[in-house]
């Protein structure tokens, strides 16, 4: 019989965007039984997002799907909507709004797993820890787990309370297992065990067949635009590079600066869909700001840029030492613009194929062995 894992998830499972929980849990879903109970949303979700599963959330479809992966099957969990909280400054309110809105989706998952027969089972709570702390007398794991995989105080949607929740929540925990190392430093005080496993690639996707020329005169990026996005760097490089189109796929979440005519956001596209816009990029841009927020990322996006065979160019936001033989780390604006230029002028076959191999080493079915040996 196959052991269960429950994972109790902040990423939804509707979006179209790559999230290392959701990968994870594909991949494991090979020698386990999965069940993932989704993002809870709000009321205000309902009306205003898009990707909203309504009919499943509000009941009038099941709340139980079986999504059937590549790699095994998901049991998907949607729990009915929750008060939006996110505005409110005051801790006390807010605690007692976080109590409401967690007792109704814990009944509702308690009931859930009680309809799925599942009694034995190890607890994953990814990067959720308010509804964890909260909810945590309606589980009764045999182990539980807290992934980390941002730092939360430097986020938009949390950074307020969620850290005094992630405080009180990771000691209850069996073990932490965070995506850098930096993390892994940050939660070491606060956790009984901390262990670092890293993002990784989806191959089946991303290892296509790879040009060490693009044909397209293009500078590329993948993933959300957001706040960790260094505009001036870009708008610096743009200028002076007058001769390449800088384009962007991901959900732009912030408000765009004014810039050069050859930077173009071009949305959200699917997973699948992002070999195709890969293959065109001359080089792949990890162009972030040094922050508390970025300090702790270990990029999705630079795997899946080594796998295509892509140069990499990567502001030194982070501890990205594990990269340096396969991608330039660069200083500064102007060294961030002299490593676009060598990473154009000096690229080959034999440093396409390096990438590759370097980036199979990433790939998301050992993470999943290294989750799995893990919990």
Known sequence: MKKVIVCHSFPA??????????????????????????????IKDLFFNKFAPVKNILGTGSRIRNQITDHGEIELISTPPVLPINWIKSAKLYDWAAKLNSRIVGRSIKSQLKKLGVEEYTLINAFNPIFGYHTRKFFSPKKSIYYCYDEISGT??????????????????????????????????????????????NLDIFLASHNEKSKGNTIGYVGAVDKRIDFELISYCAENLPEY???????????????????SFLGSIEQHMLPDKIQNFDVGLIPFVKSKLTAAIYPLK????????????????????????????????????????????????IKTQKRVEFAKQNSWANRAREFAEAI
């Not at 925990?173 to 690639?201: H, M, R, W, Y």
């Open 13 to 42: 499972w509707d979006t179209p965007y790559i999230k290392s929980t959701i990968e994870l849990l594909k991949q494991l879903s090979k020698d386990h039984r999965v069940i993932m109970i989704d993002y809870h949303y709000t």
């Open 156 to 201: 938009d949607w949390s950074g307020k309370h969620g850290t005094h929740y992630e405080e009180i929540y990771m000691p209850l925990v069996d073990e932490v297992i965070c995506t850098s190392t930096t993390l892994q430093s940050n939660k070491l005080p606060l956790a009984k065990q901390v262990k670092f496993i890293p993002n990784g690639v």
């Open 245 to 263: 189109n800088f384009e962007f796929y991901g959900p732009v979440r912030t408000e765009l600066p004014p810039l050069p005519n050859n930077v």
């Open 302 to 349: 630079i795997n899946e840029y080594l796998a295509m065979g892509k140069p990499v160019v990567a502001s030194n936001f982070s501890d990205l030492s594990d990269f340096s033989k396969v991608a330039e780390i660069a200083d500064g604006r102007e060294e961030f613009l002299k490593a676009i230029k060598r990473s154009i002028r000096y690229n080959s076959r």
